[in-house]
């Protein structure tokens, strides 16, 4: 909703600016220029990225159009998920086997659809525990291997914003390209008038403006927000790395989740009392 917000508030500032120093929107409605830079770009993105790294773009604008950040109860289901299995595996490890096989037909994940459907999360969750399980490693070993996973997918996620931020940087260029067009144009009409010539390179000239726009004014914006949901949706890696971590060195379950509640960012981080009577509910329950 926000990126939302943010975009309407560029269109009314700049165009709402315009229209109160007397400018026509009519004058900036320029199809051709229009094609020319979003079909330049377009193309250009195209011809520099792969196939799934443009579905990732696709994914990932979308998803920031949505602001699909990670909510509170998200971070608290991760939680109580990470304490099940723990709690689960200090019982009896090998009844954790058929859990990380198939997560999907899991009892214990099936309760947190928000994880199950993180595919990076209960798929680095999951491989990392099959390790610990068929053989155990030390924390120090543990954590380098795990480490080379969150940087593998970190470095894969980053790719979508990257190829948007370089998009961005290349729109003021596109926009000169459909000017100086647009002015090879007006130079086959010196001969019409003052007034046509005027008009032809105004509309020559909003095809600069609409690459300096679309690049600081939207799509800039747009690759920044897409990394911090990366990084954000990053974090869930690390919380699930601390809490792995303190099985390895054999603490109890409270306290992995303990050591996994405090990686949670401050603003939607649970007190310590809502976990441990979230944890103390599940111990009843069960």
Same mark, same amino acid.
């Given at each position: 909703m926000l990126v939302i917000i943010g975009f309407a508030t560029v269109i009314f500032c700049v165009f709402g600016g315009f229209l109160m120093e007397g400018g026509h929107l009519?004058?900036?409605?320029? =199809?051709?220029?229009? /094609? #020319?830079?979003?079909?330049?770009? +377009?193309?250009?993105?195209?011809t520099s990225s $792969?196939? =799934?790294?443009?579905? /990732? #773009?696709?994914?990932?604008?979308? +998803?920031?159009?949505?602001?699909?950040?990670? $909510?509170?109860?998200?971070?608290?289901?991760?939680?109580?998920?990470?304490?099940?299995?723990?709690?689960?595996?200090?019982?009896?490890?090998?009844?954790?086997e058929a859990h990380v096989e198939k997560p999907d037909q899991s009892a214990i994940f099936s309760k947190y659809p928000s994880v199950v459907h993180n595919h990076h999360a209960i798929h680095f969750l999951c491989d990392t525990l099959k390790v610990q399980i068929s053989s155990p490693m030390n924390p120090y070993d543990l954590e380098d291997l795990m480490n080379g996973d969150i940087k593998t997918m970190h470095d894969e996620e980053l790719k979508a914003p990257a190829s948007m931020a370089k998009t961005a940087d290349a729109m003021p260029g596109l926009g000169i390209v459909a000017a100086v067009l647009g002015i090879v144009i007006t130079m086959g009409k010196l001969s019409q008038g003052k007034e046509v010539i005027g008009h032809s390179v105004g509309a020559a000239l909003v095809g600069t403006f609409l690459g300096v726009l679309l690049a600081y004014g939207f799509m800039s914006p747009l690759a920044v927000k897409m990394e911090a949901i990366v990084v954000e949706h990053g974090k869930l890696l690390d919380i699930i790395k601390v809490a792995v971590l303190a099985y390895a060195k054999d603490c109890s379950p409270k306290v992995c989740v303990e050591f996994a509640r405090r990686t949670i960012p401050l603003d939607v981080r649970p007190d310590f009392d809502e976990v441990d009577k979230a944890t103390s509910s599940l111990k009843a329950a069960a």
């Amino acid at each position: 909703m926000l990126v939302i917000i943010g975009f309407a508030t560029v269109i009314f500032c700049v165009f709402g600016g315009f229209l109160m120093e007397g400018g026509h929107l009519a004058v900036l409605i320029q =199809p051709i220029e229009m /094609l #020319i830079i979003f079909g330049a770009a +377009g193309g250009g993105l195209v011809t520099s990225s $792969s196939a =799934p790294l443009l579905k /990732l #773009i696709v994914a990932q604008v979308l +998803g920031a159009l949505k602001d699909k950040g990670v $909510s509170k109860q998200e971070y608290m289901d991760l939680i109580l998920c990470l304490y099940e299995v723990i709690k689960t595996a200090k019982a009896n490890p090998m009844s954790l086997e058929a859990h990380v096989e198939k997560p999907d037909q899991s009892a214990i994940f099936s309760k947190y659809p928000s994880v199950v459907h993180n595919h990076h999360a209960i798929h680095f969750l999951c491989d990392t525990l099959k390790v610990q399980i068929s053989s155990p490693m030390n924390p120090y070993d543990l954590e380098d291997l795990m480490n080379g996973d969150i940087k593998t997918m970190h470095d894969e996620e980053l790719k979508a914003p990257a190829s948007m931020a370089k998009t961005a940087d290349a729109m003021p260029g596109l926009g000169i390209v459909a000017a100086v067009l647009g002015i090879v144009i007006t130079m086959g009409k010196l001969s019409q008038g003052k007034e046509v010539i005027g008009h032809s390179v105004g509309a020559a000239l909003v095809g600069t403006f609409l690459g300096v726009l679309l690049a600081y004014g939207f799509m800039s914006p747009l690759a920044v927000k897409m990394e911090a949901i990366v990084v954000e949706h990053g974090k869930l890696l690390d919380i699930i790395k601390v809490a792995v971590l303190a099985y390895a060195k054999d603490c109890s379950p409270k306290v992995c989740v303990e050591f996994a509640r405090r990686t949670i960012p401050l603003d939607v981080r649970p007190d310590f009392d809502e976990v441990d009577k979230a944890t103390s509910s599940l111990k009843a329950a069960a």
